[in-house]
């Protein structure tokens, strides 16, 4: 705050020596702001809700990174599938009463074994292992090369991703179990993100 000299004089010598200190202050604030004394740590950006993020290392980057990639998320999703299918396998083999034996070949009266029973479950679930792995992965990979392609993470690329998915599984069958399997499997996917999402 400037201090009036006598008589209303700003210009007086007593005015002057008021206004050095702040000048000081000042120049010494713009150095440490904008000049070469100012600190060279970055601001971390702010959340929405205020809240300062912390800033990455370049390690975690390379984490997320990864973790983001598309060649990660088909594995995980050919991982995760392959331990689904397989405990839906063994599920379903243990509500099916023929488990081990056929009635034709053995008879209604046959018993099978506890060893057969078991080879029956593991050969099941082996099955449908293998089968969610693979939908799993080819649903992973093309959402992710189609979410790539179009920049855009919205429902239409589970969508589009299960009319993949769907028509080349049903091609192995003809054109009309493609186009069904494609329209199946689009119509799920896009029931699924409705839900989740």
Not at 2 to 17: C, L, P
Request: hydrophobic letters at 40%; one cysteine or more.
């Amino acid at each position: 705050m400037v201090k009036m000299g006598e008589g209303g004089d700003t210009g007086s010598g007593q005015g002057r020596q008021n206004l050095q200190p702040m000048g000081q202050d000042f120049g010494r604030l713009t150095q440490l702001v904008i000049g070469e004394q100012r600190s060279h740590q970055l601001v971390p950006p702010a959340t929405p809700f205020g809240a300062q993020q912390a800033v990455r290392t370049r390690e975690e980057l390379l984490i997320q990174n990864t973790m983001e990639s598309c060649g990660f998320k088909t594995v995980f999703a050919c991982a995760a599938g392959f331990v689904l299918g397989g405990a839906f396998g063994l599920f379903t083999a243990g509500l099916d009463p023929n488990l081990g034996f056929d009635p034709v070949k053995h008879g209604a009266d046959y018993q099978p074994s506890a060893r057969e029973v078991l080879r029956e479950m593991a050969t099941r679930g082996k099955s449908y292992a293998k089968n969610f792995a693979a939908i799993g992965a080819m649903f992973a990979g093309t959402e992710c090369i189609i979410e790539s392609y179009r920049g855009v993470s919205d429902w239409k690329n589970g969508t589009m991703s299960g009319c993949v998915v769907g028509g080349a599984i049903g091609m192995r069958a003809g054109v009309k179990p493609g186009l069904l399997g494609c329209a199946g499997f689009a119509a799920f996917s896009s029931a699924i993100d409705y839900f989740l999402r």
